[in-house]
């Protein structure tokens, strides 16, 4: 059991029976009252957005998650087929649950899966990642203003916005977080 005293952002929390993510908390006190906890909570299952808020001191279930070591093997339809590492048995999950992290993917990659109830609901892949550029406009000549960027499209489909320079080919760092390129490799 977790008590309002252990929040934190990124904390999975189980309220009714359905798993949550922490996405922001705050505590307050108002004039009357004890102290109560605001929180911003994501449906793991969903995605969902929703506020709750909880007495100070109140307590909430951990969620039956767990992570394992799979290797993604390839894109069906909408979905994403990871293997697990240990009993070589595939798993089908949905690329929506994701949060846009399936952009990341490349077939025979390795990463971790957070499961809740033994179905796979997220990934947890590196903060940055190498990909190379497969397609991209030709940067025009003259074209120095600083901060000129343009899109480019990298080896596992994802579109990124890189300085006028890179070419088709070249391999770039990319912040999985926000998307932004980093530099190349």
């Given amino acids: 059991m977790y008590s309002t005293t252990d929040f934190r952002k990124g904390l999975k929390i189980e309220v009714e029976g ?4 922490i996405v922001d908390f705050q ?3 108002p004039g009357k009252g004890g102290a109560m906890v605001r929180t911003k909570l994501r449906n793991i299952l969903t995605g969902r957005m929703q506020d709750n808020t909880f ?3 109140e307590k909430v279930e ?3 998650l767990e992570t394992r070591d799979m290797q993604f093997l390839y894109r069906q339809d909408d979905g994403l087929i990871f293997m697990d590492m240990t009993t070589y048995e595939q ?9 846009g992290k399936e952009g990341f993917l490349k077939d025979g990659q390795e990463c971790r899966v957070l499961l809740y109830q033994g179905r796979p609901l997220d990934i947890d892949i590196p ?9 991209t406009d030709a940067g025009a ?4 203003v600083s901060n000129v960027t343009k899109p480019a499209t990298l080896e596992t489909g994802l579109i990124v916005q890189v300085p ?5 080919g070249d391999r770039i760092k990319i912040d999985t977080r926000t998307k932004e390129y980093l530099g190349r490799e």
């Fill in 141 to 144: 000549k003259g074209d120095t």
């Fill in 127 to 135: 903060l940055t990642i190498v990909l190379a550029v497969s397609n």
């Fill in 55 to 57: 007495r100070s001191g």
């Fill in 91 to 99: 798993l089908p999950m949905s690329a929506a649950t994701t949060s």
């Fill in 27 to 29: 505590h307050f006190k």
């Fill in 18 to 21: 359905t798993p949550f993510e």
């Fill in 62 to 64: 951990k969620p039956d």
């Fill in 164 to 168: 006028i320079f890179v070419n088709t």
